[in-house]
């Protein structure tokens, strides 16, 4: 018997109500199921972006304006990568409280697209889930990463929402598979 092999490009830290859905997926099938999980490296320069555009222009007018040297930025980093290696320990240790055999684990640093094909290619990969917050906009367009896997992969891709039940997913206008 082959293993049955699924990679999992997630955005951020499963719950252990993701990791039980994830697992449901699989109960049943004869072959034994592995799991290959990729999660993107947070972003320093993205948070630091994000934090400055919080301010409005009177703050930023009020207060003379510090640029932020190498060393912030090296802390900034530093604590991103901290936190993405505890959101990907976290999301192995919800799937593996959930029955799951996960075969491998990995902090994504480029596109996560071309890393999710190369993996699902390395590995032989059988389906694809995709577990992220709604990205309304992107969906709309077709530039979410479900649908880009979609464009480049020729086995199945599942994108689901992340720490809601498939009930809530279900009940929204296009239902589970966005379609």
């Given amino acids: 018997m ?7 490009l997630v955005e951020q830290a499963l719950t252990e109500q993701d990791a039980r859905q994830v697992r449901s997926l699989h109960d049943g099938l004869d072959d034994p199921v592995t799991y290959h999980v990729l999660l993107p490296l947070d972003d320093a320069a993205a948070r630091v972006e994000a934090s400055l555009g ?6 930023l007018l009020a207060s003379p304006q510090t640029p932020m040297d190498a060393v912030d930025l090296e802390a900034v980093r530093e604590d991103c990568q901290e936190r993405s290696e505890a959101d990907l320990t976290a999301t192995v240790a919800a799937l593996e409280s959930a029955g799951a055999t996960v075969a491998s684990s990995t902090l994504v640093t480029g596109s996560p697209i071309d ?23 992107a969906e709309l367009f077709r530039l979410d990463w ?32 966005g379609a």
């Fill in 54 to 59: 919080s301010l409005s222009g009177s703050e």
């Fill in 146 to 177: 479900a649908s880009k896997a979609r464009r480049h992969l020729d086995v199945p891709v599942l994108h689901l929402l992340e720490h809601e039940t498939f009930d809530e997913q279900a009940a929204g206008p296009d239902g589970i598979s």
């Fill in 2 to 8: 082959a293993d049955y092999d699924v990679v999992l």
């Fill in 115 to 137: 890393e999710l094909v190369a993996k699902v290619k390395e590995v032989d990969g059988r389906e694809t889930i995709i577990l992220t917050q709604p990205h309304v906009v």
